[in-house]
């Protein structure tokens, strides 16, 4: 398993805090370009993305960005119902109120059972025995994983557990057996967090500098800045959580 840069800011060693001041400084850049763009859309439309703007608002809260968290407040404090609702497909009845928190942003707490930081055995926790094109990574037994992994969702899942382990080379180069793009590009967005993470800036850099920009949207900008500074994005990162 790959080494992670101890992102705790009381280390003494120059080149890791470097590494841990350079993707502050980045997850910054992204979250400033989320509410720049919320921002433009509320202006220019008259509404905006409010879950995104609370994943994101969240994201700079726990990451110490108040400049950013206040911001992403003021855009939800103004949320009529009209924009809460709309576009929403939900079971629940609508009403011309907006729900309790849908204006505010989690407290730390919360937010840090959502998008904790990385245990050293994140790996293991999150892949089951009976998932044996899975569990077969844990001892990089890529052959035999590839050979259960009977569809491109599979497959894919390999390449992502490639990439978390460590082997993102490998996790690229393997990007060659898949056919649909948008599971390629999950792919490379997952080698970018984790080449950051440990600090191949370098290496980082050559993948996050050919994403599609559409992968960086409101969504993939906030969750790009939580992987990189270290914290879980989404639940069962970094698998698909559709």
């Not at 206040?70 to 119902?81: K, N």
């Not at 994140?122 to 590839?146: G, K, M, N, Q, W």
């Not at 996790?171 to 057996?177: C, L, N």
Request: glycine content about 4%; hydrophobic content about 35%.
């Amino acid at each position: 398993m790959h080494s992670i840069v101890d992102f705790s800011f009381s280390s003494k060693d120059r080149h890791l805090q470097s590494v841990v001041d350079h993707n502050n400084r980045l997850s910054h850049e992204l979250l400033t370009s989320v509410v720049d763009s919320l921002e433009t859309t509320q202006r220019e439309s008259g509404g905006f993305n409010h879950l995104a703007a609370r994943y994101a608002g969240n994201t700079s809260l726990i990451l110490g960005f108040e400049d950013l968290a206040d911001r992403f407040l003021r855009l939800l404090s103004g949320l009529t119902a009209e924009q809460y609702w709309s576009g929403m497909m939900t079971n629940v009845p609508r009403t011309n109120k907006v729900p309790n928190g849908a204006r505010q942003l989690d407290d730390q707490t919360r937010i840090n059972e959502d998008h904790p930081v990385f245990p050293v055995c994140y790996v293991p926790s999150i892949i089951s025995e009976s998932e044996e094109h899975l569990y077969a990574c844990l001892t990089r037994d890529y052959d035999f994983a590839f050979l259960k992994a009977t569809d491109e969702l599979k497959m894919t899942e390999v390449m992502l557990t490639q990439a978390i382990l460590g082997d993102t080379e490998l996790a690229i180069e393997s990007t060659k057996r898949l056919s649909e793009q948008h599971r390629k590009e999950n792919v490379y967005l997952v080698v970018a967090i984790e080449r950051f993470r440990c600090g191949d800036l370098d290496g980082a850099y050559e993948v996050y500098d050919s994403l599609n920009d559409d992968l960086l949207d409101i969504w993939g900008a906030s969750q790009m800045a939580l992987g990189i500074a270290n914290r879980i994005p989404w639940m069962i990162y970094p698998y698909p959580d559709y």
